[in-house]
């Protein structure tokens, strides 16, 4: 588990307030009257209440103080109480912490370097879902996914991220309720791609809309087969590389008519050493000598880094994620939930980015 020293200096050493400050003015959210908590000072408590559960309002306030980047100080006769926090929480809203954690991840993903293949940065893309209190309204909300007897015990917000896969920093994030679809939820990542990205993906990713709008952005995919996907063999380029047609359903052209009627792609076969599935991979990545079966076979299981990163975040960031404390969040409204897990994704990226630096030190 990380040492909670650690993670507030990764904060105050990588969270510029100059940033807090422009996604508030970007969302209208910036403080217009001199309060106790200001909305600066309530971007850097929600951020804290999510890495420290077991720590109560008042605690974090402590913590707040005493960090590098002190925005108040607070006398025990002044010190806010648990309401006054949780009014100031309400007036921030989700918004400013959504957009403060987008900029963080642009600039310091601009400031790192990840794994490059043949100059595509490569990043990975995949869904998991987050446990939430089970109160009324994260129930009527989130909803909770069916189990052998019922329901499950808790509410669960479902959620896909991309990383980047050398840092394992997070590039974006959507959230929804437990019945959003991820595909649905990826479609909304596709804005965050470019012609200098490969994306890992897993085998419930490959809907031809999703990934053909990955091509339109100029990005390359690696994603994984279905079986029952059998496309049209068009070219041998080695044993387990061809180039195949792959028939696009009607299904999917008659709402996405920019679609065509099928679409050669690269195809590549192997097992893994030791293994016994087989495994599919369909790659834009057309070209064998520039990229090779064997290189591309080994890179895709470089996406499983998207596992590590959820289980980092739910297991060891916030220590919170084990058998006898099962919920990630402590805000018992599906705002607050939100608002709680992107700035559990800022904490997550600050430690990030000071683990990558330090990778680059001791490298060089």
């Given at each position: 588990r990380?040492?909670?020293?650690?993670?507030?200096e990764?904060?105050?050493?990588?969270?510029?307030?100059?940033?807090?400050?422009?996604?508030?003015?970007?969302?209208?959210?910036?403080?217009?009257?001199?309060?106790?908590?200001s909305?600066?000072?309530?971007?850097?408590?929600?951020?804290?209440?999510?890495?420290?559960?077991?720590?109560?309002?008042?605690?974090?306030?402590?913590?707040?103080?005493?960090?590098?980047?002190?925005?108040?100080?607070w006398?025990?006769?002044?010190?806010?109480?648990?309401?006054?926090?949780?009014?100031?929480?309400?007036?921030?809203?989700?918004?400013?912490?959504?957009?403060?954690?987008?900029?963080?991840?642009?600039?310091?993903?601009?400031?790192?370097?990840?794994?490059?293949?043949?100059?595509?940065?490569?990043?990975?893309?995949?869904?998991?879902?987050?446990?939430?209190?089970?109160t009324?309204?994260?129930r009527?909300?989130?909803?909770?996914?069916?189990?052998?007897?019922?329901?499950?015990?808790?509410?669960?917000?479902?959620?896909?991220?991309?990383?980047?896969?050398?840092?394992?920093?997070?590039?974006?994030?959507?959230?929804?309720?437990?019945?959003?679809?991820?595909?649905?939820?990826?479609?909304?990542?596709?804005p965050?791609?470019?012609?200098a990205?490969?994306v890992?993906?897993?085998?419930?990713?490959l809907?031809?809309?999703?990934l053909?709008?990955?091509?339109q952005?100029?990005?390359?995919?690696?994603?994984?087969?279905?079986?029952?996907?059998?496309?049209?063999?068009?070219?041998?380029?080695?044993p387990g590389?061809?180039l195949?047609?792959?028939?696009?359903?009607?299904?999917?052209?008659?709402?996405?008519?920019?679609?065509?009627?099928?679409?050669?792609?690269?195809?590549?076969?192997y097992?893994?050493?030791g293994?016994?599935?087989?495994?599919?991979?369909?790659?834009?990545?057309?070209?064998?000598?520039?990229?090779?079966?064997?290189?591309?076979?080994?890179?895709?299981?470089?996406?499983?880094?998207?596992?590590?990163?959820?289980?980092?975040?739910?297991t060891?960031?916030?220590?919170?994620?084990?058998?006898?404390?099962?919920?990630?969040?402590?805000?018992?409204?599906?705002?607050?939930?939100?608002?709680?897990?992107?700035a559990?994704?800022?904490?997550?990226?600050?430690?990030?980015?000071?683990?990558?630096?330090?990778?680059?030190?001791?490298?060089?």
């Amino acid at each position: 588990r990380l040492e909670s020293d650690f993670v507030v200096e990764a904060l105050a050493k990588e969270l510029p307030t100059a940033w807090i400050s422009q996604a508030l003015w970007e969302c209208g959210r910036q403080s217009r009257r001199k309060r106790l908590l200001s909305a600066a000072t309530t971007v850097w408590i929600v951020i804290l209440l999510g890495l420290f559960r077991r720590v109560s309002y008042l605690n974090l306030l402590e913590k707040l103080d005493g960090a590098l980047w002190t925005l108040a100080n607070w006398r025990p006769q002044s010190a806010p109480s648990t309401t006054a926090l949780t009014k100031a929480r309400d007036r921030l809203g989700v918004e400013p912490v959504k957009c403060l954690f987008e900029i963080s991840a642009t600039k310091w993903l601009q400031n790192t370097s990840g794994l490059v293949v043949g100059g595509l940065r490569v990043f990975a893309l995949d869904g998991s879902t987050y446990k939430t209190p089970d109160t009324l309204v994260n129930r009527t909300h989130f909803k909770k996914p069916g189990a052998s007897r019922g329901r499950a015990a808790y509410p669960q917000m479902r959620a896909v991220t991309l990383a980047d896969v050398g840092t394992r920093l997070l590039r974006g994030a959507r959230k929804g309720p437990y019945s959003s679809c991820e595909i649905q939820l990826a479609r909304e990542l596709l804005p965050l791609m470019d012609k200098a990205q490969l994306v890992l993906l897993d085998r419930h990713f490959l809907a031809y809309d999703f990934l053909w709008g990955i091509r339109q952005r100029g990005a390359a995919f690696l994603v994984r087969v279905p079986r029952n996907i059998r496309p049209r063999l068009v070219r041998r380029l080695g044993p387990g590389d061809a180039l195949v047609e792959v028939a696009i359903p009607r299904s999917y052209r008659k709402t996405h008519p920019d679609l065509p009627a099928a679409w050669v792609l690269r195809q590549i076969t192997y097992r893994p050493h030791g293994g016994k599935e087989t495994f599919r991979l369909f790659t834009t990545l057309l070209d064998p000598s520039a990229f090779k079966k064997a290189e591309l076979a080994a890179l895709y299981h470089q996406r499983w880094e998207e596992e590590t990163i959820t289980d980092e975040i739910k297991t060891h960031l916030c220590e919170c994620a084990t058998v006898n404390r099962a919920v990630v969040f402590r805000s018992r409204t599906p705002e607050r939930v939100e608002q709680e897990w992107y700035a559990l994704l800022i904490a997550y990226n600050a430690v990030r980015k000071v683990m990558a630096h330090c990778q680059r030190v001791f490298a060089g």
